[in-house]
């Protein structure tokens, strides 16, 4: 059984830095991308980044790039979300998934597993 199992969400101030986890298990995912998608209150669940597990290449949400870092460590089977300079409008629950296939599939098609996800709060 897949399982994704975030950490790291809290509550920081504008301009502050945070950084999100994500533990894999239940496969094997060489395969696989894994990618980063937020939720905001009253808004549709968003992509926000994505990497192969090889990270090889990596693909942002305009919003979010120059600000926040996709990464992997495959000894330890976990997705790293580097987010600094954060912003009020980044509030959201962040949910990690994974995908079999290309990193752009994750954002065309969506994933096939997903985490419980963890709150992000920004305060200005």
């Known amino acids: 059984q897949v399982q994704l199992v975030e950490s790291g969400g809290g509550l920081v101030q504008a301009g502050d830095s945070l950084r999100l986890s994500c533990a894999a298990s239940g496969r094997t995912f060489s395969t696989y991308t894994m990618g980063w998608f937020r939720q905001a209150p009253g808004k549709e669940r968003e992509f926000v980044a994505g990497?192969?597990?090889?990270?090889?290449?990596?693909l942002y949400k305009d919003s979010v790039k120059g600000r926040f870092t996709i990464s992997t460590d495959n000894a330890k089977n976990t997705v790293y979300l580097q987010m600094n300079s954060l912003k009020p409008e980044d509030t959201a629950v962040y949910y990690c998934?994974?995908?079999?296939?290309?990193?752009?599939?994750?954002?065309?098609?969506?994933?096939?597993?997903w985490g419980q996800g963890t709150q992000v709060t920004v305060s200005s």
């Open positions: 998934a994974a995908r079999s296939g290309a990193v752009a599939h994750i954002r065309i098609f969506g994933p096939e597993y």
């Open positions: 990497i192969p597990w090889s990270g090889a290449s990596t």
